[in-house]
């Protein structure tokens, strides 16, 4: 069963770093396309970034408004993927939840399964 | 940026009754739009992709249908269960999400 499992979620200052984990089980991480999705509070679904599989080159590319401030990477020993989120504002409140990408003819591809999310909340 | 819209925001219907939910695109995404159903505390699960093809283990009676600009989802009677919020999504251009549609009980 393909299973995602975030952690890593807390409150931080603004200006501060924290860094997430999805561990998966029942697939391998390296070999699909992955992604991180966010929800502030009370609103809708936002794409964060994607990373795509080893053989396609692990490409990563980000939503603007975390361009330059957040890093995905994969640790493949491990299992587990990673949003590095620095340079943390009160906007980047919310729940966030790993997803994994099917592959599948045409552009992109849709989240299926999602992990069950960690709230960040970023805060005086 | 591909915007989408969802409409209306809430509909308030009984158990039984159909459901119709609509989402239009600020451009054409072909037929590359999805729809997702969250309840309270839960991820979003995928229920439709590409338009009008069910996501594995979704029942029947959601059917999605539309291309270009214009989709809809139909819940063609709704289950205690199905009361949630729904959003669509394109991946015809990155990945954008509606506002979402929330299907409460009347």
């Known amino acids: 069963e393909v299973q995602l499992v975030e952690s890593g979620g807390g409150l931080v200052k603004p200006g501060g770093s924290l860094r997430l984990s999805c561990a998966a089980s029942g697939f391998t991480l390296r070999n699909v396309w992955m992604t991180w999705v966010r929800q502030a509070p009370g609103k809708g679904l936002e794409w964060v970034g994607r990373?795509?599989?080893?053989?396609?080159?692990?490409?990563?590319d980000y939503a603007a408004p975390v361009k330059g401030r957040f890093t995905i990477s994969r640790d493949d020993s491990k299992n587990t993927l990673y949003l590095q989120m620095d340079s943390l504002k009160t906007d980047d409140t919310g729940v966030y939840y790993c997803?994994?990408?099917?592959?599948?003819?045409?552009?992109?591809?849709?989240?299926?399964?999602w992990g069950q999310g960690t709230l960040v909340t970023v805060s005086s | 940026e591909i915007m989408l819209t969802q409409s209306p925001a809430t509909l308030s219907l009984s158990p039984g009754e159909r459901a119709t939910l609509s989402c239009r695109a600020s451009e054409s995404v072909g037929r590359y739009l999805g729809w997702y159903q969250q309840k309270p505390g839960q991820a979003p699960r995928l229920l439709i992709y590409?338009?009008?093809n069910r996501a594995t283990g979704i029942p029947a009676r959601f059917s999605g249908s539309g291309s270009g600009t214009d989709f809809t989802l139909t819940i063609s009677s709704l289950e205690p269960e199905d009361f949630a919020v729904y959003y669509c999504?394109?991946?015809?251009?990155?990945?954008?999400f509606g506002q979402g549609t929330k299907v409460e009980i009347k």
């Open positions: 997803t994994m990408v099917p592959a599948i003819a045409g552009p992109g591809g849709w989240f299926d399964p």
């Open positions: 590409d338009a009008s």
């Open positions: 999504q394109q991946r015809r251009y990155w990945w954008t």
């Open positions: 990373i795509k599989s080893e053989s396609e080159g692990g490409t990563i």
